[in-house]
Every structure is written in C-alpha cells, then in structure tokens.
C-alpha cells in the first residue's frame, strides 16, 4: 500500500508532467513568441533586440519562437513534462515531508504521555 507522502508526490508529478507542455506554450505565447512572429512591444521582443539583429539557428530566442508559431515537438513535450514534473515532485516532497507528522507532532518533539 502506497503512503499518504508518496500519494503526494506521485499526485503532484503527474500532474506536472500532464500540465507541464501545455503550461509552457502558453507561456512563451504569452510574452510574444507567437505564429505570426514575435510581437512588437512585448517580452519576446526584447529578447530579439538582444540579439543585436543577429538571432542565429538553434539560440534559445529561435528556440522560443519556433515554439510559440508552431507548439512542441516530440522531444521538447517530453523534456518539459520530465522537467516540470520532477519539480513538482521536488516541491510535493519538501511540502510532504516537513511540518508535524501524522501524530500532529513536529519534528524532534518529544512524545508526551498522559499519566
């Protein structure tokens, strides 16, 4: 039988991994990488211009844009659910385990007995 931390865990990676590819083309949409290009005025744009006009084939602003006109491949579905999922995993685990145990009591307290 599975434990309540563990269920936590697992729970939150999935879903990690499930919202994960979807959550990251909405983002990098949202700031402007887009299927008509990037949008002037916004985030994406800036990026650009920090290229100095010279965005070269395989640089994280033409990853960026290939993502938001045309959504992930393959790989890079993969990758974001593996990633995004193993840190809600990570942040599900630091959440699970700290704070008061089952009993209601916090870590290196002491158990008292009623007499």
């Known amino acids: 039988m599975i434990g309540k931390k563990a269920a936590i865990i697992a729970t939150a990676a999935?879903?990690?991994?499930?919202a994960g590819p979807p959550l990251a083309v909405a983002i990098i949409t949202g700031i402007g990488f887009g299927a008509g290009g990037i949008a002037s005025g916004t985030l994406a744009a800036e990026i650009m211009a920090s290229y100095g006009g010279f965005v070269t084939a395989g640089s994280t602003c033409a990853i960026l844009q290939s993502i938001g006109a045309a959504g992930l491949g393959a790989a890079q579905a993969i990758a974001s659910a593996l990633a995004i999922g193993s840190v809600a995993a990570g942040v599900a685990a630091v959440g699970a385990t700290g704070g008061a145990d089952?009993?209601?009591?916090e870590p290196g307290e002491e158990e008292t007995k009623d007499e």
């Open 102 to 105: 089952e009993d209601g009591q």
């Open 14 to 18: 999935t879903l990690g991994a499930v």
